[in-house]
């Protein structure tokens, strides 16, 4: 009998320590609890600086350039630096024909000065006899021998002798005018007369540094060509191209911050929203509906005075704050049907708990209803945990286990 005892004792050991061995662990979970938190939510986009005011300096005259001695980070003063100078074009080489075509327009308009100036001396002539004939009928009048009508035609005569004399000198200064042209019309390149002939100076419209220089070597441009472009490197502001359905949330005067442009971050507001949205093809072939914000820096110049034109930045634009708000980390959160739920820890065991949130960024989310402050909530659940699984959350986590 007391061997069969030892025996029975033997395998109620056995089946107890295989029992122990293979009695499921507790899942061992992170944890953290619910409580109060300020929370701040922000909107998020990739951003570019500019110049607020960028001048744009083009050829007042079409003509020869001479080159640029400006390049880019170089002072200029408002209406003292000269920033370009714009030389006469040189007339251009002629080919055979449009040689033959003005000597021949010379040549007659030579011609025609010529017979200008002899119509002009037929005149003069005129002139004089029509003259002399009114002395000699004014003395025959004088006498009473010459009736008065004689008198007035002689008169009359003079007038218009003198009258064709004038006709006739401003013809030969017509045709002294078409000589002339006709003579330009001939004249070639020549380096020297071009180089006296100077200069439409272009001065500097505005105070600043020099940003680009579009066009530096000497050349021939036309009029309107831009040069140069000016501006303040301190007077910056950001602008960003944020989703429409961000730029909703989005109010002038909202504060910002910006960042990652390789200085500490910068301290800015928001100063106007585009009221239309353009269409633009993210990199994924997405097409999305982008609404452009302006931001404006604030504080000191001096501390982004490495920032420069065009530079990439991060902007974080603040649409909603609360402060002293129930809240739980964003890792416990995951979706049970149409809502929010989490597992929270209870007497050891997980137990899944539907809740209400309302704003979130991205470590908190407001919690509207579901669990009271100083409930602990596990993070990142995996698949293994489920409602009523015992758990025990490790050393150091944020709630026992």
Not at 79 to 105: F, M
Not at 226 to 231: F, M, N, Q, R
Not at 268 to 285: F, I, N, Y
Not at 293 to 313: F, H, K, M, N
């Amino acid at each position: 009998m007391l061997r069969r005892l030892l025996w029975v004792l033997l395998a109620l050991l056995v089946a107890g320590g295989l029992a122990w061995a293979l009695w499921p662990e507790p899942a061992r979970v992170e944890a953290a609890v619910v409580d109060r938190q300020d929370i701040v939510v922000r909107v998020e986009e990739q951003g570019r600086s500019r110049i607020r005011e960028v001048f744009t300096v083009s050829a007042p005259i079409s003509g020869r350039m001479s080159r640029l001695d400006l390049h880019p980070g170089d002072a200029v003063t408002e209406g003292e630096t000269v920033v370009a100078r714009v030389h006469p074009a040189a007339p251009p080489l002629l080919d055979l024909r449009s040689r033959r075509i003005a000597e021949a327009t010379r040549d007659a308009a030579e011609a025609a000065l010529g017979l200008a100036r002899a119509e002009l001396e037929r005149a003069r002539a005129q002139a004089d006899y029509a003259g002399s004939q009114l002395q000699r009928a004014g003395a025959l009048a004088d006498r009473g021998t010459l009736a008065t009508r004689a008198l007035e035609q002689a008169r009359l005569d003079n007038a218009a002798a003198q009258a064709a004399v004038e006709s006739a000198s401003a013809n030969v200064l017509m045709r002294q005018r078409e000589l002339e042209s006709a003579r330009a019309a001939l004249i070639e390149a020549d380096g020297d007369a071009a180089e006296e002939s100077c200069c439409a100076e272009v001065r500097a419209p505005a105070s600043g540094r020099i940003l680009r220089v579009l066009s530096e070597n000497e050349q021939v441009v036309a009029a309107g060509t831009p040069l140069v472009e000016i501006g303040d490197p301190l007077d910056l502001e950001i602008e960003v191209e944020l989703l429409s359905a961000d730029a909703v949330r989005v109010r002038e005067g909202a504060m910002a911050e910006v960042d990652d442009w390789g200085g500490p971050p910068l301290a800015a507001r928001v100063v106007r929203v585009d009221p239309s949205a353009e269409t633009k093809v993210s990199a994924l072939g997405i097409e999305e509906q982008r609404v452009t914000a302006v931001l404006a820096l604030e504080g000191d110049p001096s501390t982004w005075a490495e920032l420069g034109d065009g530079y990439r930045v991060t902007v974080r634009i603040e649409v909603w704050r609360g402060e002293d708000l129930p809240a739980l980390p964003l890792g416990a959160l995951f979706r049970s049907g149409e809502g929010w739920a989490v597992f929270r820890i209870e007497d050891g065991r997980a137990r899944l708990t539907r809740i209400e949130i309302g704003e979130r960024n991205d470590d908190w989310a407001e919690l509207k209803g579901g669990l009271e402050p100083g409930t602990a909530v596990i993070l990142h659940p995996g698949d293994s945990i489920a409602d009523g699984v015992r758990v025990s959350a490790g050393t150091g986590d944020a709630a026992p286990g």
